[in-house]
């Protein structure tokens, strides 16, 4: 047994060499000598070793169970549940809560809070992520457009911002608690529209106005007006590539006529994919993050605060919200739909 493990781990290596992945060698593998002859999860802890510089592959003879074995163990029961806790993988493998602690940092495994998600995407959803992907990657190869692209979004802007943080807690003990500001807090709308090169327009609706369909058309002319202040020579040349998400307001019958009038060629955007959204990913993120416990007393407080956050961002902070959008449709095309996290 020990010897085929050995044999197997020599395969590993070879694909390794070879500059194979470790899904492809596990397969290979699986392939010729039967299909539960070394796992993924096996194959890619390996090839991580290999990263690494090890050269040994055969175990370490020492007293007791083998490391590589208790390893291979652990992430079996982490892989069938990721939420498994250290304690219950030691009750169930005969070892101390601390040597399993240390098995999985040996092999790469850290704990990490859950990370929320939008939209628990179907598998219509995910495929309409991915032809989406795939259909603005091709387009964006044979005629580059991200430098002609105008995106928009809302945000609410709360007065009164608490700050989650991360806190040390005892075995045992729950976390520690921190209000989350209710749907009755202060807040105003955000409408904002921006490209590579910065804020082209934005706005906030008094308090307790909501954004519908004749509000968003009377937005897009200003939002035209401040184009052709700002962006002459892409109105000048019709080559604007307007960037939305599929909110209501945005996707009305007469919003779209009104986006035909104007002649704006609108970019296809997948359901529920605020990740492929460079507001939500890029703009919105700092501004929450720069925001932090931040208090603001009035609506005038809150709009001079987003006119000093817009104007103190560099050049550079724009074009990369932009430019990396390519290459977040590649990433979400090769994880085959997911999330970016």
């Not at 240390?102 to 939008?118: A, M, S, T």
């Amino acid at each position: 047994m020990e010897q085929n493990k050995e044999k197997i781990r020599h395969i590993l290596q070879y694909y390794y060499d070879k500059g194979k992945n470790a899904s492809h060698a596990a397969n290979k593998i699986c392939a010729v000598y039967g299909p539960d002859t070394v796992s993924i999860s096996t194959a890619q802890r390996w090839f991580q070793r290999f990263r690494s510089g090890a050269e040994v592959i055969e175990d370490a003879p020492r007293s007791g169970r083998p490391v590589v074995e208790n390893c291979d163990k652990i992430a079996e029961l982490i892989e069938r549940d990721r939420h498994s806790s250290s304690r219950s993988i030691g009750q169930e493998l005969g070892m101390s809560h601390q040597t399993v602690i240390n098995h999985l940092k040996k092999i790469g495994f850290k704990k990490k809070l859950d990370v929320w998600v939008p939209h628990d995407l179907t598998q219509k959803n995910i495929f309409a992520r991915m032809d989406a992907c795939e259909s603005l990657l091709n387009r964006n190869k044979i005629d580059p457009f991200l430098k002609r692209m105008v995106t928009g979004d809302e945000k609410w802007v709360t007065y009164d911002n608490v700050k989650r943080k991360r806190s040390w807690s005892k075995s045992g003990e729950a976390a520690q608690t921190v209000a989350k500001p209710g749907l009755t807090a202060r807040k105003v709308l955000l409408c904002v529209w921006w490209d590579w090169q910065g804020i082209i327009h934005y706005e906030l609706l008094p308090y307790g106005q909501t954004l519908n369909s004749d509000l968003y058309c009377q937005q897009l002319d200003r939002l035209n007006a401040a184009l052709m202040q700002k962006r002459p020579s892409l109105i000048n040349r019709g080559r604007i590539v307007f960037h939305q998400d599929n909110a209501r307001p945005h996707t009305s019958l007469v919003t779209r006529q009104k986006l035909r009038e104007l002649g704006w060629k609108v970019l296809l955007h997948p359901p529920y994919s605020p990740d492929l959204a460079p507001s939500d990913y890029h703009l919105f993120l700092s501004m929450a993050n720069e925001l932090g416990s931040r208090k603001l007393a009035t609506s005038e407080s809150c709009e001079n605060w987003l006119s000093e956050f817009f104007d103190n961002r560099e050049a550079s902070f724009y074009k990369r919200g932009i430019m990396k959008l390519a290459s977040r449709w590649e990433l979400v095309f090769e994880q085959n739909g997911a999330y970016l996290t």
